[in-house]
């Protein structure tokens, strides 16, 4: 089975802090995401990569980045964390399309 | 872009009833409609998908159906038991693009 591995469960950060949410796949996979979940909104879509080095915005990419620099790992950076950046993040990777979507368990992140 | 809309936000059931999740898409050409669920403190995990050359697709007590035409897919889950107690999310792919959209997700909770 595919395995995406994120590196911690749960995080606590003041604001102002540049946070580091790592996110590792195992299985050769083409595209890796970042979404962040809230109640009553879902998942949306913050980063995606389809290849090393790339990097696409998805629908809420501000005050936040990402680093590809290997095909197996994708990480998302918070430059300078704001309260409102609280939430669970779950980083995702597929291997071509739209199917075949595994998800981490998350990170939730809490900024105070 | 893709709009998918899920309703209901909650569902409680009693456990053996059956249950019934719709989702609603607006891009006439999504070819692909996969449900994803997350229990809890685990990320979203694909339980089923169906194309859009099917109406229909099951795999035991889960279906999928599919109407094109009103363009909305709904999730069946029939003889429910306390362990689907989990949030559901369906998903439909941008329009020109595999990223998914995802709905804002239903909690489902089956009461022993």
């Known amino acids: 089975d595919v395995k995406v591995t994120q590196s911690s469960r749960y995080l606590v950060k003041r604001t102002g802090e540049k946070v580091f949410l790592e996110c590792v796949q195992d299985?050769?996979?083409?595209?890796m995401f970042w979404y962040r979940q809230d109640p009553g909104l879902g998942l949306r879509l913050i980063y995606f990569s389809y290849d090393v080095k790339m990097k696409e915005k998805g629908d809420i990419p501000e005050g936040y980045s990402v680093s590809r620099e290997k095909k197996e790992r994708f990480s998302l950076i918070l430059e300078s964390a704001s309260t409102n950046q609280t939430s669970m993040y779950l980083c995702?990777?597929?291997?071509?399309?739209?199917?075949?979507?595994?998800f981490g368990s998350g990170t939730r992140l809490t900024v105070v | 872009g893709e709009n998918v809309e899920q309703h209901p936000s909650t569902l409680s059931v009693q456990e053996g009833d059956s249950a019934v999740i719709k989702c609603t898409y607006s891009d006439s050409a999504s070819n692909y409609f996969p449900w994803y669920k997350q229990e809890l403190g685990k990320g979203p995990q694909l339980i089923i998908d169906?194309?859009?050359?099917?109406g229909e697709k099951k795999d035991q007590r889960i279906a999928v159906t599919l109407n094109k035409t009103a363009k909305h897919f709904s999730l069946h889950i029939t003889e429910t038991q306390p362990e689907d107690s989990a949030v559901y999310f369906c998903?439909?792919?941008?329009?020109?693009?595999?990223?998914?959209?995802f709905g804002r997700g239903t909690s489902l909770i089956v009461h022993p």
């Open positions: 998903a439909s792919p941008k329009e020109g693009s595999y990223i998914p959209t």
């Open positions: 995702a990777s597929s291997l071509s399309g739209v199917a075949g979507y595994t």
């Open positions: 169906i194309r859009s050359n099917v």
């Open positions: 299985m050769d996979h083409e595209n």
